[in-house]
């Protein structure tokens, strides 16, 4: 069950919260922008899964511009930000709380987008549990040996932080992947360009590419 922490309005028809949500280990604090129709017309929801040493603060700005058709979800994973830890921190762990956030919510589909760490959380998910997940956004590809495979349509969006033996591995992985290049790559990636990363990730979430 969720206890909201605040609720503001957001410029246009997106608001924004935050609240806190049940997950095995503890409670996940969720960062939340979603339309004001009601619900009723959006298409599936995202979920947004941050890197390493970071938190759902990376995706403050992102939310709010990508929310107009559609409900978007911005946790802290486990032991990160405001949210409780797991026991072992893993990779693992990360992807089964996003599930029971999943389960909470009562969503049966969703998409998902992931930094590093959490797009290798991302990828966990979507082999674990295929019906739920639809479509994959990566950014910054993991650098495990060894990826769980996905059958999902995924966008890859490669930073300057990988390098090209990386590339065999994520097309063994993803194998039904899309390839861009995000040539100006920071670690405030959604601050210094939203504008062309909503565009890009809403015209792939949308199955306009």
């Not at 979507?126 to 495979?149: F, S, Y």
């Amino acid at each position: 069950m969720a206890k909201h922490l605040k609720l503001s309005a957001a410029p246009g028809a997106v608001r924004t919260r935050r609240a806190y949500f049940d997950f095995q280990h503890g409670q996940l604090h969720v960062r939340t922008a979603f339309p004001t129709t009601g619900g009723f017309d959006e298409l599936v929801t995202l979920f947004c899964l941050h890197g390493a040493r970071a938190s759902s603060r990376a995706f403050a700005q992102l939310l709010p511009a990508i929310a107009d058709v559609r409900s978007v979800y911005a946790p802290d994973l486990p032991g990160c930000g405001e949210s409780d830890p797991s026991p072992h921190a893993t990779v693992g762990e990360a992807a089964a709380a996003v599930a029971d956030l999943a389960a909470d919510l009562r969503l049966r589909q969703i998409d998902l987008l992931g930094i590093q760490m959490g797009a290798a959380a991302a990828l966990e998910l979507a082999a674990a549990k295929p019906d739920l997940v639809r479509r994959l956004v990566l950014i910054g590809v993991p650098t495990a040996e060894r990826l769980p495979a996905v059958k999902q349509p995924a966008l890859i969006m490669r930073t300057q932080l990988e390098g090209s033996d990386v590339l065999p591995r994520i097309k063994e992985a993803v194998p039904h992947g899309k390839f861009v290049e995000v040539l100006e790559h920071a670690h405030d990636l959604f601050e210094a360009a939203p504008p062309v990363l909503v565009k890009q990730i809403g015209a792939f979430l949308s199955g306009r590419v």
